[in-house]
């Protein structure tokens, strides 16, 4: 199955700031998909990334608050803007191999 | 809209006791059901997994059910130990087309020694 590297593994950031997330997969994958996780609770997606193309987001994401970037098919980032304390988080990439999702480490982020 | 309900939201077992976590899905074009492992801190890891046109898988000591009509699906831990404490997440998806997986709520299972 595919290797993930995802950094920063965590960050406290101040309100109103944004902090970009990267993914690297250590081989060529069509789908890379962003996941939110809250605290003690499940996996919700919030975007798929094709490279080459716009970002798909779920429903309550949006382009302007999580913006994403696929310029390769190995490379993901994920931002988030303007960022308030609801948006503490586990942030975490995924792509699709021969078995299912791999995750990648995730990303532990705290707004004050 | 899509949507996967997972129940009990914890279970605590003996050592050695079975442990199952029950999942239903609700968009019957799902044909692909994986089941991820999370322990503290960590990411979740896929354990077993089961398509549609399969009614049960088995691996050493986890199993999963099927029953496409009901729209149900079951992980079965058989034996447990303290090491499968963790929190274990069901899925579903189409397994085609987005990719795009739908996560259960989570069961936190605790195995007493």
């Known amino acids: 199955s595919a290797v993930i590297s995802q950094k920063p593994s965590r960050d406290i950031c101040q309100r109103g700031t944004s902090l970009t997330i990267q993914c690297q997969v250590d081989?060529?994958?069509?789908?890379m998909f962003w996941y939110r996780q809250q605290p003690g609770q499940s996996l919700t997606l919030i975007a798929t990334a094709n490279q080459g193309s716009e970002a798909t987001y779920e429903s309550g994401f949006v382009i302007d608050k999580f913006p994403i970037s696929r310029p390769n098919l190995t490379f993901s980032t994920l931002t988030v803007s303007n960022m308030s304390p609801e948006d503490s988080s586990i942030y975490l990439c995924s792509v699709v191999t021969g078995h299912g999702y791999t995750f990648g480490s995730g990303t532990r982020l705290t707004v004050v | 809209g899509e949507n996967v309900e997972q129940h009990p939201s914890t279970l605590s077992v003996q050592e050695g006791d079975s442990a199952v976590i029950k999942c239903t899905y609700s968009d019957s074009a799902s044909n692909y059901f994986p089941w991820y492992k999370q322990e503290l801190g960590k990411r979740p890891q896929l354990i077993i997994d089961i398509r549609s046109n399969v009614g049960e898988k088995k691996d050493q000591r986890i199993a999963v059910t099927l029953n496409k009509t009901a729209k149900h699906f079951s992980l079965h831990i058989t034996e447990t130990q303290p090491e499968d404490s963790a929190v274990y997440f069901c899925a579903a998806s189409k397994a085609s087309g987005t990719y795009k997986y739908i996560f259960g709520t989570g069961t936190r299972l605790k195995v007493l020694a």
């Open positions: 081989s060529q994958v069509t789908m």
